[in-house]
């Protein structure tokens, strides 16, 4: 398996333009999480999925963050309008029992 | 509300060095505890994963231990290599079927030649 695959690598967006984050899990897990990372606040937890369910969004920081799942294979974190405190790396990981495996992020620069 | 620190944020230590990072989390109501690498502009990689029944866990020259009821975890690194320069995290995940990780803040090692 390829891992967890993250698209773009790299973002660099006008404020108020709408950002959409992809992620590909790895085959067979069930469970599905976003994270961002900032140098201020370290990896935060925004949302997770199970079984492509929403379960906890309770990290979603505003409205303007919105996250989907439409299979067991993809999943999109959508931001509109982006602000430039979106800027961040974004993670998505994948787990499947006890062990959690994470993409090479997603580095969202909003000018 | 759980939270969990590492300490320190940073180190600095010459090659072949033996050390240890800390981890402490203030909710002992754990489900596993996992170490996490991670290089520059990069991913993280899972190194070890310990369940909250188990009280260590080693591969290669690494050796993770995990005492819940102080709230603390140790990862120890024999015989560091400057290869093994890159950020630590440990992250504790939650019980209750919430599944979701709580992440450190990290301890920046660097291992001089």
């Known amino acids: 398996d390829a891992g967890v695959i993250q698209s773009p690598r790299h973002e660099v967006t006008e404020m108020g333009q709408e950002v959409t984050l992809r992620c590909k899990p790895i085959?067979?897990?069930?469970?599905l999480f976003w994270y961002r990372q900032t140098m201020m606040r370290g990896l935060e937890l925004l949302i997770y999925?199970?079984?492509?369910?929403?379960?906890?969004d309770s990290g979603m920081p505003e409205d303007r963050f919105s996250a989907k799942m439409p299979n067991a294979s993809f999943s999109t974190l959508k931001i509109q309008p982006s602000e430039p405190r979106d800027s961040a790396v974004y993670f998505c990981?994948?787990?499947?029992?006890?062990?959690?495996?994470f993409g090479q992020g997603t580095r969202l620069t909003v000018v | 509300k759980q939270e969990v620190t590492q300490i320190p944020a940073a180190l600095s230590v010459p090659e072949g060095e033996n050390l240890v990072l800390n981890c402490s989390f203030t909710d002992s109501a754990i489900y596993n505890l996992q170490w996490f690498r991670q290089d520059p502009g990069k991913g993280l990689t899972s190194l070890l994963l310990?369940?909250?029944?188990?009280r260590e866990q080693t591969s290669g020259r690494l050796n993770a231990s995990l005492d819940k009821s102080s709230g603390r975890s140790t990862l120890y690194i024999a015989a560091s290599q400057p290869g093994d320069s890159a950020t630590y995290l440990c992250a504790v995940s939650l019980t209750s079927g919430t599944y979701k990780y709580i992440f450190g803040t990290g301890t920046r090692l660097k291992v001089l030649a």
């Open positions: 085959s067979g897990h069930d469970y």
């Open positions: 999925f199970n079984n492509n369910v929403p379960i906890d």
């Open positions: 310990i369940q909250s029944s188990q």
């Open positions: 990981a994948s787990r499947q029992g006890t062990e959690a495996f």
